[in-house]
């Protein structure tokens, strides 16, 4: 899965920490989820989208690996 996290992060000039903070969850959640080691939650997703003001699939895209997992 591929996400915009830091880049939505870079345009409010927000760090890990402050959006961990804003959605309840620890800055090292924050950092695997941007690294696309950590899939977030459905509430996770909806929070972080929620802090940029964007719809979650603005955030959140699936890969072509993410289609073959479930064979």
Do not use: C
Request: hydrophobic content about 40%.
């Amino acid at each position: 899965m591929n996400n915009t996290i830091r880049i939505e992060r870079a345009i409010k000039k927000m760090t890990q920490q402050q959006l961990a903070d804003l959605v309840q969850v620890s800055r090292q959640t924050i950092n695997t989820v941007e690294l696309g080691k950590y899939i977030p939650s459905t509430v996770l997703a909806l929070k972080i989208a929620k802090v940029f003001e964007k719809n979650v699939d603005d955030i959140f895209q699936l890969d072509e690996t993410d289609w073959n997992t479930h064979k």
